[in-house]
């Protein structure tokens, strides 16, 4: 098996045509197909399905996909690492952030980053936490930020998905308080609300596969509340506007309220509700220098945003706060 077949497979698959692919690698096209079928050969499957519709991977090519981006992207950062070893690191580091975490972090993280090592560049990528976790244990990205239910004693913890991520090395980092959302003020609201009041109102939630609808849903089942759902929303920015027309509220972490203009938050007591965030690293390849750089840049920038008060209704974890092992296990 040789380097430049991992290359030519992982390209074919992303342009989904062997012909396209044969055109951007400059290599003849009867060539890249053979190539391929050495591959097939020497592993003794099928790692391509062809049809009209161009080219896709067999459930072995997807694991074989995985596998050689992640070489890949290991062989270049094994040059770049080599090219600029000492105090100077460089190249690319992609880092996965929740969108109410983004908020708050990517600012700060990138004019960090800028300030001390000029010679990285940071790939900030937003989205949902179940398809950051997926992006980190696929090694497609070098690190992600990602939430998980503040009892879960697992290791590795109950994150996005709802069940255990193999080869994922977790640091907890921050506990986040929940709070209610609404676009009116009421005369004696207060500050802080019983989640048996915040039952009373028509919420607006994300999905069931979300973490923290599923920390809401288990605190009204416990409590013996139903929920008053108008709808399901996967995007912050979409709840909130739904929320400012004064359709319904919401219950979402305390960095969700500072981003949205106009809306009352109220802290949820009675009990209080809260998530974990965990920052998240896939644990089979070694990290280059850079992004060991930016990892250690995010714990301390977190840091300094809780002590500030910037980051409002959030703690730090310190080892006190972990759950403790369970001694049947290994």
């Known amino acids: 098996m040789e380097i ?29 197909s ?14 391509m399905s062809r049809s009209v519709r161009g080219v896709t991977a067999t459930e072995a090519g997807n694991v074989f996909y995985l596998h050689a981006r992640a070489v890949l992207r290991q062989i270049e950062r094994m040059r770049t690492d080599v090219q600029h070893a000492g105090d100077h690191p ?25 300030e001390r090592y000029p010679d990285i560049r940071l790939q900030i990528i937003e989205s949902l936490s179940g398809h950051l976790e997926e992006l980190v244990v696929n090694g497609r990205i070098d690190m992600s930020l990602l939430f998980e239910r503040s009892e879960s004693g697992s290791n590795p913890p109950n994150t996005a998905t709802g069940k255990a991520a193999s080869h994922l090395d977790v640091r907890p980092l921050l506990l986040e308080e929940l709070y209610l959302l609404t676009s009116l003020e009421e005369p004696d609201g207060g500050t802080e609300i019983a989640l048996a009041k915040a039952a009373q109102y028509p919420l607006v939630m994300p999905g069931q596969s979300n973490v923290t609808r599923q920390i809401v849903d288990a605190a009204f089942q416990k409590a013996g509340h139903a929920m008053s759902l108008v709808a399901e929303l996967d995007s912050l920015s979409t709840i909130m506007s739904v929320v400012a027309s004064g359709v319904g509220a919401t219950i979402l972490s305390s960095s969700g309220p500072q981003a949205a203009k106009g809306l009352i938050a109220r802290r949820i007591i009675e009990p209080v509700l809260t998530r974990r965030v965990v920052l998240c690293i896939f644990d089979i390849l070694p990290q280059s220098a850079a992004a060991q750089r930016i990892r250690d840049l995010i714990v301390e920038i977190s840091g300094s945003l809780v002590d500030s008060g910037m980051w409002k209704g959030v703690s730090l974890i310190s080892n006190s706060d972990l759950p403790a092992e369970d001694p049947g296990q290994p």
């Open 4 to 32: 430049r077949q991992l290359r030519y497979f992982v390209r074919i698959i992303e342009l989904g045509s062997v012909s396209r692919a044969a055109a951007d690698l400059f290599i003849a096209q009867p060539a890249l």
């Open 34 to 47: 053979h190539q391929i079928s050495n591959l097939e050969d020497e592993l003794k499957v099928k790692l």
């Open 90 to 114: 460089q190249g690319l580091v992609s880092v996965g952030m929740p969108t109410s975490a983004a908020t708050i972090l990517a600012p700060a993280l990138i004019a960090s980053s800028k």
